[in-house]
């Protein structure tokens, strides 16, 4: 059984920091890109940021580039995404993502996401 879950989220000031965590299990981690995604109010959802099965290569929307890192350790199955500089326009519920990737995962695959909330 597939299970993402995500930590991490919580209040933060603007200009400040955080770190999101996804811990994935139940799939060949170590085959599979990963990928998160964000939803504000009202908003669709968005990719942030994908990082390749062996975190050789990453992409990120250009709201995120230069202040956001994902990163990942496939010897722990988790996935992570270092936000800096937060912006109020960052507050959203965060999202990990496993996309369809056969023969490893056949269909995308989601946490139950965390709140962001940039505030001052």
């Known amino acids: 059984q597939v299970q993402l879950v995500e930590s991490g989220g919580g209040l933060v000031q603007p200009g400040g920091s955080l770190t999101l965590s996804c811990a994935a299990s139940g799939f060949r981690f170590s085959k599979v890109a990963m990928r998160w995604y964000r939803q504000a109010p009202g908003k669709e959802r968005e990719l942030v940021a994908d990082i390749t099965s062996d975190g050789g290569s990453t992409t990120y929307a250009d709201s995120a580039k230069g202040r956001f890192t994902i990163s990942r350790d496939n010897a722990k199955n988790t996935v992570l995404l270092q936000m800096n500089s937060l912006k109020l326009e960052d507050t959203a519920v965060y999202y990990c993502?496993?996309?369809?990737?056969?023969?490893?995962?056949?269909?995308?695959?989601w946490g139950q996401g965390t709140q962001v909330t940039v505030s001052s």
């Open positions: 993502n496993a996309p369809r990737e056969r023969p490893w995962t056949f269909r995308d695959y």
